[in-house]
């Protein structure tokens, strides 16, 4: 059973461009959670998203930042005119449904997203 | 005041030592508490999960919570070098569905 997947593993953007990061949740997971890890920092919660719907966007910043979660395909970060200050690691993890209070959430490799 | 405060050290053992470590919080509604072991450049991996106060011990490694100091620990006995990394703790509690709360990690370092 293949892990959470994440690609690019490493992007490089130029200020104002736009990051497209992707993550593929682990089979028969349906629950998928963004975070943010700034250097030397723990990792900042994002957005929490099931089949389509937003859970929970507490985590994303007002501007320029938007997720989602299609019927088919990956969970989609999407960072747009990036500045330097959004140069971090970002995390995605998945759950599966397991009518539990606490689903375990297993972390992708990350993307490490550097704004030049 | 961070949520939730954890040293980042580094803290350097030697092979075979009691590695402790340890993190405060402020939320007291915190009810589940997690340790998750981050290797360099990888993403974290889920090592312990205790939910209210206690003790939980797997293999070499012992969780402890105490809710009335907002204070929880993570032990790992006979340390090998295979435990240098950054380990992180994580909590959250119901009404806050699955949206975990993280300290910022403290770096352990097992000296052979």
């Known amino acids: 059973n293949a892990g959470v997947m994440q690609n690019p593993r490493h992007l490089v953007r130029r200020r104002g461009q736009e990051a497209r990061l992707r993550c593929s949740p682990m089979?028969?997971?349906?629950?998928v959670y963004w975070y943010r890890q700034l250097p030397e920092e723990g990792l900042k919660f994002m957005v929490y998203?099931?089949?389509?719907?937003?859970?929970?966007e507490s985590g994303m910043p007002k501007e320029r930042f938007s997720a989602e979660f299609p019927k088919e395909g990956p969970s989609i970060l999407r960072i747009q005119q990036v500045v330097r200050g959004d140069s971090a690691a970002y995390f995605c993890?998945?759950?599966?449904?397991?009518?539990?209070?606490?689903?375990?959430?297993?972390f992708g490799p990350g993307t490490r997203l550097t704004v030049l | 005041q961070k949520e939730v405060e954890q040293d980042p050290g580094p803290l350097s053992v030697p092979e075979g030592a009691i590695v402790s470590l340890n993190c405060t919080y402020s939320?007291?509604?915190?009810?589940?508490f997690m340790w998750y072991r981050q290797y360099s450049r990888k993403g974290p991996e889920l090592l312990m999960y205790?939910?209210?106060?206690g003790n939980k011990e797997d293999g070499r490694f012992t969780a402890q919570v105490d809710k009335s100091s907002k204070y929880i620990s993570l032990f790992i006995r006979d340390s090998q070098p295979s435990d240098s990394a950054t380990y992180l703790c994580?909590?959250?509690?119901?009404?806050?569905?699955?949206?975990?709360?993280f300290g910022g990690g403290t770096r352990v370092l097992v000296k052979p």
């Open positions: 939320n007291s509604a915190f009810q589940y």
């Open positions: 994580a909590m959250t509690y119901k009404a806050a569905g699955n949206k975990l709360t």
């Open positions: 998203l099931q089949k389509e719907n937003i859970i929970d």
């Open positions: 993890a998945s759950s599966p449904d397991r009518g539990r209070v606490l689903n375990e959430q297993f």
């Open positions: 205790t939910y209210s106060s």
């Open positions: 089979k028969g997971h349906s629950h």
